[in-house]
Each structure stands twice: as C-alpha cells, then as structure tokens.
C-alpha cells in the first residue's frame, strides 16, 4: 500500500515563527504535492513538485516555500507564519502521468493541523 | 474563471436508500473526474475514477456519471450504510498535467 506520512498531526506555533511540515511517500512517486484544507473552501493546492528540485506554484503559494531535495521527501515551508494560515496541511503524491497516463490517482497522507497564534 | 461546485449543504438519508452527490465544473475540459472519501481528520481516499469519454462507471454499491456537455459528474451509493457517513469530494485532472483540482466536498449523513 502507497503511504505518504506527515511527520507532525498538531502544531502549534506562534505568530512570526518558522515552520516545517514534513512529508515521506515510499512509492518512488515523481509528484509530490501540500493543500491546505479550510471548512467551505476545500482542498487548495499551495505547491506541487513532479521532480527532485522541482517546483511549481499552485494557486495559493503566498507566504509559503517548498523543498524537495529527495525524490520521497517533501518540505512545506512557513517562513513566518501568521494566524491567516491556521488550516489542515495535507501532503500528497501521485505517479507522473507519462508512466499512468489517465487514471493517475492521488495519494494523501493523514494531514498536520496548524494553529498559530 | 474556473470553478469546480459541490453542494455545500449535508445531505442526509435513511439507511438503505440511494445517496446522489453532484459535482458541477465551469471552465475546465477534465482528462477525468475522480471522487474521493474523507473522514473527520484525516486525509481523502480514492473511490473511483471516470475518464471522459465514458459515461458511467461502476464499482460495488458505487456509480459515477461523467455528462461532459453539462459539465457535471453524479455519484450514487446504492443501499447506503451509516458506514458510508463521510464528506465526499470531486476531483478534475487535466490533460497534459499531473494536478488535481478538488471541489470543497459534500458530507453525507446515512442515518440508521
């Protein structure tokens, strides 16, 4: 079974704090992806990555960096976080879609609940 | 600008009965649609996928429609379990790209 693990369930940090959410996937995925997840907004992607050092922004990538140094690990960066970012921060990884083709699926991880205060 | 709606409102039913969850979509042309399950706290599960050529796909008690001229995917759980109490979200993959885009889910209440 595909597991992608979060390293930390429940944070809290405080105001102006950096923070590093941690994310490990064991199947030799190439994509690796952080949401963050608020009640009535859904699932937003913050960034993806579908390579080691590769990055895209998603659609909410402000006050937010990503590191991806190894193929199985995933970094979400909060450098200095602020109470607007309290939310769910979900990890996630998928195949590329050249080796799957249609039906790739996605893979999440458990999810790190994030309150700043 | 581009959209995907789910009803944000809980959907409830009796046991037994069929649960019906929509997901309407503006201004993407999906590779597929996918539906995933969440429970409180923890992260989205893959149930089924539907590719978009296809119009209906099932699996056990689950059924999927896929109109691409509506812009809408229906999903059915046929003889509902208070088991299958859960948020369910819709997910659009786009041709030529590896992301997932999701709809903000619909909880769904089976009651015993």
């Known amino acids: 079974d595909v597991k992608v693990t979060q390293s930390s369930r429940y944070l809290v940090k405080r105001t102006g704090e950096k923070v590093f959410l941690e994310c490990v996937q064991d199947?030799?995925?190439?994509?690796m992806f952080w949401y963050r997840q608020d009640p009535g907004l859904g699932l937003r992607l913050i960034y993806f990555s579908y390579d080691v050092k590769m990055k895209e922004k998603g659609d909410i990538p402000e006050g937010y960096s990503v590191s991806r140094e190894k193929k199985e690990r995933f970094s979400l960066i909060l450098e200095s976080a602020s109470t607007n970012q309290t939310s769910m921060y979900l990890c996630?990884?998928?195949?590329?879609?050249?080796?799957?083709?249609?039906?790739?699926?996605?893979?999440f991880g458990e999810g790190s609940w994030l309150t700043v205060v | 600008s581009q959209k995907i709606e789910q009803n944000s409102e809980a959907l409830n039913i009796q046991e037994g009965k069929t649960a019906t969850l929509t997901c309407n979509y503006t201004?993407?042309?999906?590779?597929?649609l996918q539906w995933y399950r969440q429970d409180p706290g923890r992260g989205p599960v893959f149930l089924l996928l539907?590719?978009?050529?296809?119009k209906e796909k099932r699996k056990e008690r689950l059924k999927v429609t896929f109109d691409t001229t509506l812009k809408q995917s229906l999903f059915h759980i046929t003889a509902s379990q208070p088991a299958d109490s859960a948020t369910y979200l819709c997910a659009l993959v786009l041709y030529n790209f590896n992301k997932f885009y999701f709809g903000s889910g619909t909880k769904l209440n089976v009651k015993p």
């Open positions: 539907i590719r978009e050529n296809e």
């Open positions: 201004n993407y042309s999906p590779a597929y």
């Open positions: 996630a990884s998928s195949l590329h879609r050249r080796k799957q083709g249609p039906g790739n699926t996605i893979y």
């Open positions: 199947m030799d995925h190439e994509n």
